[in-house]
């Protein structure tokens, strides 16, 4: 048995085997070909093969989304017979007499770099259907997957890291675990371990193996340790452990149904965050109040192009419907610094988490925010939606935000569309420019929800991402819970409501802290819903404040 140690990140046990992820590199071998006409052969095969699966994709698209958003696969189809492109491949495979996954890279690199520096927006964003095309080829040339196939049982993956766009691809239903040599806790793929309710453990380091692969694990997300092939006496303690694990969520969901109140008579909301439509049943399952985010990017990272407004109406409605008249809060677009889709051709640049990213990229691209807000609108008829949007630091931002709403609410009435007149419209405050323009922000919105992720790193001044940095990332720290105050008072002073979306909502420590501070919602992962309920329940606002729960904060 091997032991090995990092940090815990979500909570649970996980016992199964682990599949170790490996990242396609993307480094294409070149090496010298004689039979040229042969090589060539051998391309036109793969990109024959390549569409026929687009064939099928087209096909289970257009039946299961409908014909405008299978076009895609299609348009895909006509890259593939584009004549110059495959001109290209064949000129540089007789011509420099090299191999076709060779002379496929630098096609692709020349077509993707083409349409990459094309004015036209539109366009531009073809570079990345190019760079689709070419990958699926090049899969069929090489005998490769994605990667991330792991077989037919549940399994625990392990991996150097995974970034957001690679998790959400997951089968969550197969996903036993996580296992990770690097991240950190405030990563966008920690928070989808938490949101998703599946253990997992970060930071491992040179401790894990690759060689690991299809070996007997067991995860402790709660202490960070993971034993590789464990005796007996251990897998029997951990199956005693797991056990113990799930009867105390059970004993827990017996506060289903009850309200979340203090001893001394306050409420408060408790809402669940989540982040895919299936994640809406466990918000269920977990007595959630209503939704206090959808992390809408996530429909963005499962694809490989914009989603269409139909494709985003489907999905919004049907969280609407699901919830069944409960409130659901949608954040639009926070796409940007960790959370990448190729499609947006976002510039590489030096400091990610402080650059182009949610709600600029929105006032920058009218076109991809005006298709997500007609969807939301269009969506709204169909049960209780409000709509937030992220990473807010000026009023003129938010004047903007609601000139472009009128637009597209003038439009969708204009067609004769039905929509909710009434969908509130609120803020995150993650930046410290909002909190502490949050007497003026106030004004201008129905709610806030306070992003603590976010606001922890932009105040310490310390990258979420940054593995070095976690002992210093500190959302108890006072000058955090001071801005909370004051964004609670501005709030409560305009007569809106404001919430907690971000991680810190469900920090038990802190709960006390929060009710006595007046917050309205706290909206956490649908897991920690019942432990959160207990605490209120258990809460004495009244004593808290006398006994000076709020000294250090006013
Ligand atoms: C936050 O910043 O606290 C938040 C809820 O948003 P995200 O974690 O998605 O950045
Ligand atoms: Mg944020």
């Known amino acids: 048995m091997i032991i090995l140690k990092g940090k815990g990140v979500s909570d649970g046990i996980a016992i199964g085997k682990m599949f170790f992820y490996e990242r396609q590199t993307g480094d294409v071998e070149k090496y010298e070909i004689e039979d040229t006409a042969a090589e060539y052969e051998r391309f036109e095969k793969a990109r024959l093969k390549a569409i026929d699966e687009l064939d099928v994709l087209y096909n289970k698209a257009v039946e299961e989304i409908g014909e405008d958003e299978a076009m895609i696969f299609d348009m895909h189809k006509m890259m593939l017979d584009d004549e110059d492109y495959c001109d290209s491949v064949k000129n540089i495979i007789s011509e420099e007499k090299v191999n076709a996954e060779y002379a496929l890279e630098q096609t692709k690199n020349t077509f993707y770099e083409l349409f990459a520096s094309m004015d036209d927006e539109y366009m531009r964003g073809r570079a990345a259907d190019i760079k689709d095309v070419s990958t699926r080829v090049m899969k069929i040339l090489t005998n490769s997957g994605s990667g991330l196939e792991a077989g037919d049982e ?58 690991y692969s299809g070996k007997d694990m067991i995860i402790d997300g709660f202490t960070g340790e993971i034993y590789i092939e464990p005796d007996e006496r251990t897998s029997k303690l951990y199956e005693q452990k797991r056990k113990e694990y799930e009867l105390q969520k ?16 306050r409420r408060i909301d408790v809402f669940a965050n989540i982040g895919h439509i299936s994640d809406a049943e466990s918000a269920i399952v977990n007595d959630a109040g209503g939704v206090g985010l959808f992390r809408s990017e996530f429909i963005y990272l499962e694809n490989t192009d ?62 991809v925010f005006k298709t997500q807000l007609r969807a939301l609108f269009r969506a709204s008829v169909y049960g209780h939606l ?9 009023v003129a931002e938010v004047r903007k935000i609601k000139q472009i709403v009128d637009e597209v609410k003038r439009e969708l009435a204009s067609e004769g569309c039905a929509f909710d007149e009434n969908v509130e419209l609120g803020i995150m405050i993650e930046t410290p420019a909002a909190a502490m323009i949050s007497d003026l922000l106030a004004q201008e919105v129905d709610f806030f929800s306070i992003g603590t992720n976010d606001l922890t790193q932009y105040t310490l001044a310390i990258d979420r991402q ?73 809460t004495d606002v009244s004593k808290s404040l006398k006994a000076g729960v709020l000294n250090d904060y006013i």
């Open 154 to 211: 549940p399994f625990i993956i392990g991996a150097d890291d995974l970034m957001p766009s690679e998790t959400v691809q997951l089968d969550k239903a197969m996903l036993l675990g996580f296992a990770t040599m690097h991240g950190s806790s405030n990563s966008h793929t920690a928070i989808l371990a938490r949101m998703m309710g599946i253990p997992a453990v970060i930071s491992l380091k040179e401790q894990l193996k690759p060689e």
């Open 250 to 265: 059970e004993m827990l969901k017996q506060l289903a149904g009850m309200d979340n109140v203090t001893l001394d008579g």
């Open 306 to 367: 914009y989603p269409t407004e139909n494709q985003q109406f489907e999905v919004y409605k049907s969280i609407a419907e699901k919830m069944n008249g409960k409130k659901v809060v949608i954040r639009t677009l926070d796409i940007g610094a960790d959370k990448q889709a190729d499609y947006f051709s976002i510039p590489k640049e030096e400091n990610p988490a402080m650059g182009y990213r949610a709600i600029r990229i929105c006032l920058d691209r009218q076109l």
């Open 386 to 394: 409000a709509i937030m949007f992220p990473m807010i630091t000026s």
């Open 466 to 538: 940054n593995q070095m940095l976690e002992s210093f990332y500190d959302p108890h720290h006072p000058a955090l819970l001071r801005m909370i105050k004051m964004v609670v008072d501005n709030a409560h002073n305009h007569g809106i409501w404001v919430g907690i979306c971000g991680e810190l909502g469900a920090d038990l420590e802190l709960t006390e802290t929060f009710l006595a501070m007046g917050v309205d919602e706290l909206s956490v992962r649908p897991s920690a819903i019942f432990a959160l309920r207990k605490k209120v329940r258990e």
